[in-house]
Every structure is written in C-alpha cells, then in structure tokens.
C-alpha cells in the first residue's frame, strides 16, 4: 500500500507506527504497576478463613503437629524395645538349654554334692526370667501408648475435616464475591480506558496526533485482554458468552453502519455529474486506484472492449485516460503534467 507513497511518508508511517507501539508498550508498563499495586485486591480467600469456631482449626493443628514427635519417639522406644526384649528372651533360653544339660548330668552321677550348685543355677534362671517378663511389660507400655497416639491424632483429623465440610458454604460464597469484587475492580478501571479509546478512535483517527491516540488505544485493547477479560466470573459460562453476544453485536452494529455509508456515499457519487465527482476525488488516491485497474469513483473494475482504449469507465462515466492539450499524448487523466512533454494542466478529451 506504500508503493504510491512518497519514501519520506513511508518512512514517517513507519516511524508514527513505532512511536504508537512505544507509547503502548509504556502505557502498559505503567498499567501493569497500578494493578499489581491494588491494594489486596489479590488475596485469594481460603477455607480457613470459614471454619467455626474460628481459633478450632488452629488449636486442632497445633495439637495435631504437638503428636507427630510423640509418635515417632514412640516408634524408636518400641524397636529399641523390641530389641531388648529378643536380647532377654534369647539370654534366657540359651541359659535354660545348659541348665537342662546340666540337670541331666546330676541325674545322671547322683552327686548330692552338687545340690547348691542346682540351686544356684535355678536362681540365675529364674532372674533371666523375670528380666524378659520386664522387658516384655515395657514393651505392652509402649505399644499401648502408640495406640493412644495413633486413636488421638485420627480423632483430630476426624474432627478437622468435620471443620473444613461445615465450612464449604461459606467458603463458596466467599470465593464467589471476591471473584466479583476483583472483576469489578478491575472493570472500574478498565471501563473508562475503553471508552477513551472509543472516543479517540471514533473522533480522531486522521488527526495529527494520532500516532500517540493510535497507541492509548491499542494499550486499551492489550489492558482489556489481558487485565480483564482472564478475570471474567465464568458463573457456567453464562457471563462469557453474554460478554461474546454483546461484543459481537456492537461490532456488527458499526460494520453495518459503515457498510450503509460506504454505499450511500457510492450512490450520491453517481448522481452527481462527472465535473463534480473528478472535483470530489484527491488526485493521488485516484492515481493510485486506477493503477490498480480500478474506476476511482465508482470502485468497479476498469473494462473495455477489444482494442477500444478505456478512456471512460463503463459503469459510471468517469474519465480516466484524456490526451495532453500541448502534445496529444494519451495520459492518466488525473495526472498533474504531461508524462511526455510535462505541460500543466487538464489534457483535452480523448
Ligand atoms: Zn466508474
Ligand atoms: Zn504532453
């Protein structure tokens, strides 16, 4: 669409194209900082915050938390137990295997000599004995206070999820208005940016700064996006697509209204008479139309018939090709000079 520029103005649109983007780009930033600076807005509620009585999840978890090294302490004097229980059962039976021996060979020699002797053994056997029952005693103790443990911290966790299910409610609806909240926030400062950038696009595309409205409004479409569109209450769906209908509807609203312009201006052209409307057209864009083979007043396709030169446009009359007054060349009838021999002025009719 540059190719009928002038270089400097290409490289102007380029340069107001980029100085739209940078200013969008900046605007953007600064956005950025505002919302993230909202004060709170950000917090997610969570169900904590909805369990009754308010300071029973807390105490349930610190006493909860207060079990854990209780119950592994537990656990390490219950192996330590059980290995000191194994050491004594083992001390024992090894010590009744020799005293059999041993009684068998007094049985064996009758020597009543050897009576102290039995009894002593005896004692020592019994005391083995008594050692693995203690050992044994302990060890129930400890096991009975695993059980304990164990049956307290599941009636807490019993008890905290009974908290968290009677606070699902409220919780719910809690989420629910701060979702609204934040949106609301949200629109509250995205609302008036789109209804600039309306503005500004409506009343000064053309102007001369509108490079610099060009990128309030694409910052305002960006902000739109991005900062509001994402935080839409879904409610199902239900608020997504009323959001799409609307949206859609006021689109077509306007590409209707410009479609009607756009015709009624065509049909007002073809009343008008051919003096008139050569009057209405800017040269350039009507250069620029008929290199593409275009009529530059009714914008239908430039047509004729075998070798006839298309002087006039078949469907409305407008002249495109005249012949210079000074050199008769056949030339662009909107060309300012003579391609040929570069006299000014309006060529005569072909
Ligand atoms: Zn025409
Ligand atoms: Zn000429």
Redesign the pocket.
Known sequence: MFKFLRVPEKIFGLVMWLVSLAFATFLIGLGGKVVADLPRLGDRVTIDDYVTPRDALPALRSELRTLEPRVRDAATRQQQGRLALDSARNAYNAARATHQNWLATRTATTDPSQDPEVIRRTRELDELKSRERQAQVSMEAIEREQLDLAQRADALRVRESDLLRDAQAAFQRAQFWQELRVFGARLALTLPLLVIAGALWARKRGSDYWPLHRGFVLFAVFTFFVELVPYLPSYGGYVRYTVGVIATAIVGHYVIKAMRRYLAQRQAAAKQSEAERRHALSADAAVKKLAANVCPACERAVMTTDKAPANFCVHCGLKLFDE?G??H?RKNAFFHY?P??G?VGAGQTA
């Open positions: 210079c000074n050199c060349t003579c040929s021999c006299s």
